[in-house]
């Protein structure tokens, strides 16, 4: 039986692992409305849109996966909205899977005062104070009917003390059993018979505490897993070891998911330490300031060598969405102000990690990670060597 959102009315999630190069591996996630091929690099439309595209643009690029925002959708339109109209999907006019984010970064963002009923904060919209507590982010979730639901955590600004991280982490970890409970007996569950739910490891850049938070999250039991309160301004030597530290804990039949992601050299280290799905703003911003994804680096086609330079943006990655346009033609754009650039560098940008996630997975398919994780060090961080975990 599907429902009205495309789904089963079960819930049902499978991994399967096609291949492993050391930790990193390859497979697919099956949920049920379909198929996700792993690595995935997933776009965020944090206002259920991604910022300069439509649902057409999304459909021609083909991520299995885009991600919405569980705070800012409560406060505009709000999620009886979205519910009454059918439902994230149908709003957005996508077919596709869609994650939605619990607000849990909206909070460490907006210098909440947090409790163990929640966390209070002002509105981005006109100040008003806002309440989002476990249970009220999962219901706002079941009513925007995602595929794919986030627990609300509580995460700490780096550095920070360890004992500052541990009540942290122990709050996230409280808040994640309210939220499987909820998840599963809330009144609005409904909405999304099919919705799988992740839990999210804490913990900071301590060792010790990300695998004590992964192997307690795995004790309450979700559908996936996610690493949050990495990427968030730590050094890359910092960030690794914390993170190899939680996916040693995690199963290898679940999903893991890095939160907050998008660099070529996180992206990379993040599948190394075995991490499956990952998303970002940071190819949108880039894109919105003019700056590319290439294959040799970030290129600002503000610069004004760019002005007689009729190549495409990069001249190794011709995509069909944007292969027509040139640097100067991008250029001219973007010093006249035209939104045009905006859009024209975004497609370039999630096409080309789309192409870069799909060459890690041929590379652990075929047992040529290492040499592709080389590669990319060699071309992102020329001099710099690849951090281990352990």
């Known amino acids: 039986m599907v429902d009205h959102f495309g789904r089963t009315a079960k819930a049902a999630l499978t991994v399967e692992v096609e291949a492993t190069d050391g930790r990193a591996r390859a497979g697919a ?28 643009d999304l459909d021609r690029l083909g991520p299995p996966v885009v ?24 709003f957005m006019g996508w077919d596709g899977h869609i994650l939605t984010d619990s607000g849990g970064y909206q909070i460490f963002s907006l210098d909440p005062k947090v409790t163990d009923d929640g966390a209070v904060f002002r509105s981005v919209y006109d100040g008003s104070y806002v309440e989002l507590g476990p249970e009220r982010a999962v219901a706002v979730q ?39 409970d909820h998840h599963r007996n809330g009144d609005t569950r409904q909405h999304a018979p099919g919705q799988l739910q ?20 795995v004790e309450i ?3 996936g897993y996610a690493v949050g309160g990495l990427s968030v301004g730590e050094s890359r030597p910092a960030m690794v070891p914390a993170l190899a530290a939680a996916t040693a804990h995690l199963p290898t039949d679940r999903p893991r998911y890095f939160m907050g992601l998008g660099d070529p050299i996180g992206l990379v280290e993040a599948v190394n330490n075995g991490i499956d799905m990952f998303d970002c703003v940071l190819p949108t911003r880039l894109a919105r300031h003019g700056t590319a994804l ?3 680096g970030r290129i600002n086609l503000k610069n004004l060598r760019f002005a007689d330079d ?18 100067a033609y991008v ?60």
């Open 310 to 327: 009729d190549r495409p943006i990069d001249p190794d990655f011709a995509h069909p969405l944007t292969e027509r346009y040139s640097r």
């Open 331 to 390: 250029r001219h754009l973007l010093v006249t102000n035209e939104p045009t650039a905006g859009r024209i560098i975004t497609l370039h940008n999630l096409a080309w990690l789309a192409r870069l996630t799909g060459r890690m997975r041929d590379a652990v398919m075929t047992g040529e990670f290492a040499r592709l994780r080389r590669e990319i060090w060699s071309r992102w961080a020329p001099g710099e060597q690849p951090v281990d975990g352990f």
């Open 67 to 90: 991600l919405a925002n569980t705070y800012h959708l409560m406060e505009r339109p709000g999620p009886e909205v979205i519910a009454r109209l059918g439902g994230l999907h149908r």
């Open 294 to 296: 290439t294959d040799h």
């Open 198 to 217: 992740f839990g999210i490891v804490q913990g900071g850049v301590d060792t010790d505490l990300r695998a004590e938070s992964a192997a307690r999250t």
């Open 142 to 180: 079941h009513l925007l009917g995602a595929d794919i639901a986030m627990v609300l955590d509580v995460c700490s600004a780096l550095p920070a003390e360890t004992e500052t991280l541990r009540r942290a982490m122990e709050m996230t970890l409280r808040w994640a059993r309210r939220c499987r």
């Open 29 to 56: 996630i099956h949920t049920p409305r379909g198929s996700i091929p792993t690595p995935v690099f997933m776009p965020v439309g944090t206002r259920a849109a991604v910022k300069t595209l439509d649902t057409g």
């Open 221 to 223: 039991g979700f559908d």
